[in-house]
């Protein structure tokens, strides 16, 4: 399959004829002059004529603002086209531009299919307490003023690769993905989704960039309106500001650090404050991961600049992170070979320069979602369990609560093969409340585990992180009390990822591996919504399940007993079982 990538600009047209199977790129290239007599429409013919004999099967563009309706790859039609013209207030800059790309290109290929990558889509989902500004509410949701991200495309590709190095589960993994060019932004990325990241509602927030300031004082943006007037600010916080506005010379870092090697005062300061801002970065999106598995550095500066990755990561040692100088002076990436370990024999984290490559992520992208399209079909119910709070434990823990050599006690058995409802009731105890007489579930296992609901954790005074099930490393510390002591965990509470249990040969009927990611649309109830982020979990001593919280099914008015099926992209008729509610499952695209 070829795959046409479009980036349609203002002025320009990127463009890149792209094999996703063989990471390929077959033609790549960039017309120039838009805006000025030639349209985006001409474009697109010029770049058809000059591919000759060469083959299109897909066209995957490049939008830079989904908002929040748009959380993957997404076929274009004609709701969508409306959709993302709905977001040009979020990006009058970029929206407009990729909208007459996409416009042209299926004017000029309408027998193709057309798929969306938003540059906000990997980030749209951060937890609530990450996106939300600290301002008036109401005001901030009548104007959609929330911290959306960009740059997701190249931090979902190179984490991903970063995982597949270092041979682990991105799931498992803790990491701090840091694009560094004219453009520049951090992501924190956790159980392989974005937790935090530095652009906000608009590009100008957070790292210091080519031609952006980053994080300001509002104050200052109040000061500039008031004395250049609003464009004026606007034209000064784009384009004269950053590396530029320091340096007072150029926002292009190599001639930057040419400069600061002659002595030119600006110049150091620029690469000293572009150093610093990334570096506290760096810290605290460790501390909102709880932990630190891997940094990982791209984007021009990220891969060329030996210097700036030295003094990017000078005194992290207290975070496990160590780099050899020589691996550091020799790192050298491309397509072909895209990550260099710069990792000290002694550190604990792995520092990883990586080549990103946003086009190929798009053309797989564009691919798998013309993958799902062509293999929908509707599928078998799914029941949903609603899973109040409960504690798993572990032989040791059991002893404590207790007694040594207690056993649990089976009260009832659960819908998983083996598992059951113990009689034994344990208090949980934060350091704001407690809940009291909260199951046991049986058999013990490896480690104790607490899981919780948002609402408990309120209640609890706790912060806990969203995990799946056995994954609490890092996670929330907790105190139990039983009848004959009491346990404080220093981790081991968790929000339970909502999750599907499939036996392999359900997963093989719906077309889905263990750790692939569906979207759940829960109707034909009291109240119709759609669950993102859930994970499929396979198993062949599973049976066929969904689990969610409390919080969760109260929010979709479920109760116990509600069930569903999947539904592929295309598919506008769900399966309706003879049940309270329906549960659609939409795969999401596996690039």
Partial sequence: MNVLVLNAGSSSLKHQLVDPRAGRVIRAGTIEGLGSGRSHADAIAELLASLGSESVHA????????????????????????????????????????????????????????????????????????????????????????????????HRFVSELAAGHLGRPLAELRVVSLHLGNGASACAIEGGHSVETSMGLTPL???????????LDP?????????????????????????????????????????????????RLAITVF????????????????????????????????????????????????????R????????????????????????????????LQIARETAAVIELTRGAQSKKPIPIAISARHVHLDRAGMDVLFGPG??????????????????ERVNVIGPRGRIERVRVLGPLRKACQVEVSRTDEFA????????????????????????????????????????????????????????????????GGPRDLVFGDVIVRVNDQFRLEMHIDTDEANAAELDQGAAGGLRQPESQEPYTPASQGTATLTKKPRA
């Fill in 205 to 215: 927030e957070g790292l210091v960039m080519g031609s952006r300031p980053g994080d």
């Fill in 460 to 523: 609890l005074g706790v912060d806990a992180p969203v995990r799946q099930s056995g994954h609490t490393k890092g996670s929330a510390p907790i105190t139990l009390e039983g009848p004959k002591g009491t346990l404080q965990l220093p981790e081991g509470l968790i929000c339970a990822w909502r999750h599907i249990h499939m036996h392999p040969t359900d997963a093989e009927a719906y077309g889905v591996v263990d750790g692939d990611e569906v979207e759940v649309a829960v109707t």
């Fill in 275 to 326: 150093a610093h801002r990334v570096r506290k970065y760096i810290g605290a999106y460790a501390a909102v991961m709880g932990g630190l598995d891997a940094i990982v550095l791209t984007g021009g500066i990220g891969e060329n600049s030996v210097t700036m990755r030295r003094r990017i990561l000078q005194r992290l040692e207290f975070l496990g992170v160590s780099i050899d100088e020589d």
């Fill in 328 to 359: 550091n002076a020799d790192a050298k990436v491309s397509d072909d070979a895209p990550i260099a370990d710069i990792s000290s024999s002694t550190a604990r984290a792995h520092t990883l320069v990586i080549a990103t490559n946003e086009e």
């Fill in 406 to 423: 207690s056993e649990l006690t089976p009260m009832k058995p659960l819908s998983q093969p083996g598992q059951y409802a113990s009689e």
């Fill in 219 to 267: 104050g200052i943006v109040l000061t500039l309106a008031r004395e250049l007037g609003v464009d004026g600010a606007e034209a000064l916080l784009n384009k004269k500001s950053g590396l530029a506005g320091l340096s007072g010379v150029s926002n292009d870092l190599r001639e930057i650090e040419a400069r600061a090697a002659d002595g030119d005062d600006g110049a």
């Fill in 59 to 154: 066209v995957g563009h490049r939008v830079v603002h989904g908002g929040e309706r748009f959380v993957d790859a997404t076929a274009i039609d004609d709701a969508v086209l409306a959709a993302i013209e709905a977001q040009v207030p979020l990006a009058p800059l970029h929206n407009p531009a990729n909208l007459s790309g996409i416009r042209a290109a299926r004017a000029a290929l309408p027998s193709v299919p057309h798929v969306a990558i938003f540059d906000t889509a990997f980030h749209v989902r951060m937890p609530r307490r990450a996106r939300t500004y600290a301002i008036d509410q109401q005001i901030a949701n009548e104007k959609g003023l929330r911290r959306f991200g960009f740059h997701g495309t190249s």
